[in-house]
């Protein structure tokens, strides 16, 4: 099936011994913000204890406001390393500066491409460059087809591990922080084998739509899912209202694993 853009012969691939594939469901769980070597070896023994395989922790935080915590930069990327190595996890965190990517690279398991960002050509080439997978998340007011030529950049640059991620679009509706676009999951399956993930947590911004967030993402075909989790989520430097605590995390990953057994999927 060779079409006219490479995202559409683009196949499915495996990090490390993480497959994406439509028998697993990949959990990338982690905090906002990676705030403390202590913050992150907590958070990291609850992930690694319940057999998961990846944890995100933004360093470099796009905020909308320039006074607001804007992530711990380098320093952050040095705590995330080292606990993913302790703990034998997978790591995901925000490149936003072309100036990094090459060395966030030589750091970082996968590189996560921001709404923010998604249209940010110039990080998207470089992005493209040093072969790492990146997740790139949709644009908060981006098409579905805006998304795959954003992840285009990349695939032309020779990067063939991309992963897609819907994070909520911009409506008019005001009881969740964006609008969860479910439909685009099955659209982009339809158009590509490349990984579709879905996160639920920038998508609603509250936690008690996760779980059932979550479930939908993964009846509609997700291949994973992105969750916000934080040992104090009030005390939390960024996004406190959408973590779960480490309790909340274990039943709300109780409850995936149960619904994926159901639907003849494995929860990793
Ligand atoms: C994030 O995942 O840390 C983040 C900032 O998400 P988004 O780019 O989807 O807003
Ligand atoms: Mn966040």
Redesign the pocket.
């Known amino acids: 099936m060779k079409g006219k853009f490479l995202y559409e012969s683009a196949g499915s691939f495996g990090i490390a011994d993480a497959e994406f594939s439509d028998k697993n469901v990949i959990l990338m769980a982690g905090p906002?913000?990676v705030e403390s070597a202590e913050q992150m070896e907590k958070v990291s023994k609850a992930i690694a204890g319940h057999g998961l395989k990846f944890m995100?922790g933004?360093a470099y935080?796009?905020r909308t406001s320039p006074y607001s915590f804007q992530g711990m930069g380098a320093e952050g990327i040095r705590i995330l390393e080292a606990t993913c190595r302790k703990s034998g996890l997978l790591s995901v965190s925000?490149v936003m500066d072309t100036r990094d990517v090459a060395e966030m690279a030589r750091h970082i398991d996968i590189l996560?491409?921001?709404?923010?960002?998604?249209q940010n050509f110039a990080l998207l080439k470089e992005a493209g460059k040093p072969g790492r997978p990146v997740l790139l998340?949709?644009g908060?007011s981006a098409t579905v087809e805006e998304l795959l030529m954003s992840a285009e950049y990349m695939l032309k640059e020779g990067n063939r591990k991309v992963i897609l991620?819907e994070?909520?679009i911009r409506t008019f509706g005001t009881e969740t922080r964006n609008t969860l676009d479910i439909s685009a999951v099955p659209i982009l399956k339809a158009k590509t084998q490349l990984p579709v993930i879905v996160?639920p947590?920038?998508?609603t911004g509250r936690k008690d739509l996760l779980l059932p967030m979550a479930k939908a993402a993964i009846a509609a075909g997700a291949n994973g899912i992105?969750a916000?989790v934080h040992p104090d989520p009030d005390n939390a430097k960024?996004?406190q209202n959408q973590q779960m605590n480490l309790d909340e995390f274990s039943s709300y990953v109780a409850g995936l694993r149960d619904f994926c057994k159901r639907l003849g999927k494995r929860l990793a």
């Open positions: 906002c913000s995100r933004g935080k796009p925000e996560q491409i921001g709404a923010r960002s998604m998340k949709r908060m991620c994070r909520g996160d947590s920038h998508g992105m916000e960024s996004d």
